[in-house]
Each structure stands twice: as C-alpha cells, then as structure tokens.
C-alpha cells in the first residue's frame, strides 16, 4: 500500500489489508488498467459491477495498491457475522439498513467520507447480478444520491474475473488455476449538467443510467463483446431486488 493510502487508516483496516493482500497476491493474477482516472486528491465514489462475493476483495486490491483504499458501503447483515463484522466496523465501513428507518444513516456517513477525503465504494446495483449473462444490471440511486450531495467525480469501474474464482450465487470456490482479476477504471462520469437542478426521481434515474453505461462501456472494452440494449431489471421479471438468488445453471451453487 502506498503512503497516501496506508495514512490514517484504523488499525482494524491496516490489519485486513495485512491478512489479505498477500493471499490475493498468491491466489490471483492481475490485469489493472485506468488507475490515472482516479482522483489525485479530493473524496470521489468508486463504483463497481457486482458479479461475485470475491469481488468486494478484487476491487479493494485494486484501490488499496493504487493509493484509494475503499469505504464500502455494505449490507447491515454483513457487520453481524462474527469477528468479520467486527472488523468491518473497526475499519470504518459503512453499513445500509435497507427499507429501515436507518437507511439515511448511510447516506450521511458516505457523505462524510467523501467530504472528509475518502474512496467510498459503492456498488450501483445494489447485490450480485441477475443478469443471465452477468453484464451489469439496472442500478440503484445511492452512489448518484451521495455524487450530487457531494459534486465529488464518480469513477466506473468494471471487474471481470472474480466470477471465474466464485460464480454468482454459487458455494464452491475455484482457486486453481490462478485467475485473472481484469479491473478497468474509466473517467469520471459527468453529472455536472445535473447539480444545480431539483433532486428528482427523475434526476437520480437519469445519473444512476449514466453510472450504469459507464460501468457497462468498460465492461465491453475487457470483454470483448457487446452487452445487451437493455439492462436487466429484476422487478420486470419478478425476483427478488436484493437478497440470495439460485441459478439453475451449472454454476456450482
């Protein structure tokens, strides 16, 4: 980790970053690309695709060694789980209390990251992919919501790779061979023609979209292919917005 980033990080942070940093080193290779889009100075949202439950590591690899380490914004039910949550709030993550009275705790302490200096990661969709496909799908408002409170820049990142160690939804991990974490930063999102205009539904729709096609453009540059015209949205086909989701597909689940 670099100096910038190792600089004033809470011990329980400095204490992950120590324990797993050298595993993802061992256990996977690296294709890192568009590290000079982020931020030289200044609190900015990172926000990534969503298409395993390695991501979250893969992703934080790639800020911590390039001088960003990540604020996650996290499920409450997350900080629950024994000795894991316990670090979790030792490192000063954030939890979301979905549909709670709470829920606008989090968006006042991603606020308050950003504005304190902070990466604050968060990931738009809000859970794992349901798209059959894995591209990215339809997002939710929260990184538009803390960007316009903010004016901070939005980097769109795009990983490909960590549903190769660990499909969506599935149990089994596989390590070996070593897979390769494609992680793609693009530059920031533009959203400075929104600031000055009334907080809208519309207007979070209209940023969270262009969140999305950013993330989705750099995820067509790793892959080499095109994504679908239209993002998958759970409502339309009925499942669940959030929560655990079987595929009925061979992938290990």
């Not at 980033?5 to 294709?31: C, H, Q, S």
């Not at 907080?199 to 067509?220: C, F, H, K, S, Y």
């Amino acid at each position: 980790m670099s100096a910038r980033g190792a600089r004033a990080l809470p011990f329980a942070y400095r204490f992950a970053v120590a324990i797993l940093r050298p595993v993802l080193m061992v256990l996977t290779k690296r294709d890192w690309r568009g590290a000079h889009h982020l931020p030289a100075q200044g609190g900015f949202v990172a926000a990534p695709n969503h298409l395993s439950y390695v991501d979250p590591l893969s992703f934080a690899h790639f800020l911590v060694d390039n001088g960003h380490p990540p604020f996650f914004l996290g499920k409450e039910g997350v900080f629950r789980i024994p000795v894991v949550g316990a670090i979790l709030r030792g490192a000063e993550q954030i939890p979301v209390y979905r549909n709670t009275g709470q829920a606008a705790d989090a968006f006042r302490a991603a606020v308050a990251a950003v504005e304190s200096g902070k990466c604050v990661a968060v990931y738009p969709e809000g859970t794992l992919t349901r798209d059959p496909d894995i591209w990215p799908m339809v997002g939710k408002t929260g990184a538009a919501r803390i960007a316009l409170a903010t004016r901070c820049p939005v980097i769109p990142v795009a990983q490909w790779g960590p549903q190769d160690m660990l499909a969506p939804y599935a149990k089994r991990l596989r390590i070996f061979p070593r897979k390769t974490m494609h992680i793609t930063a693009g530059p920031p999102v533009d959203l400075s023609d929104l600031y000055d205009q009334p907080v809208t539904g519309a207007l979070l729709r209209q940023a969270t979209d262009r969140i999305m096609a950013a993330i989705t453009t750099e995820l067509e540059t790793i892959r080499g292919a095109q994504a679908p015209a239209e993002r998958f949205d759970s409502r339309k086909h009925g499942l669940p917005e959030t929560g655990k989701f079987r595929r009925t597909q061979g992938d290990g689940a």
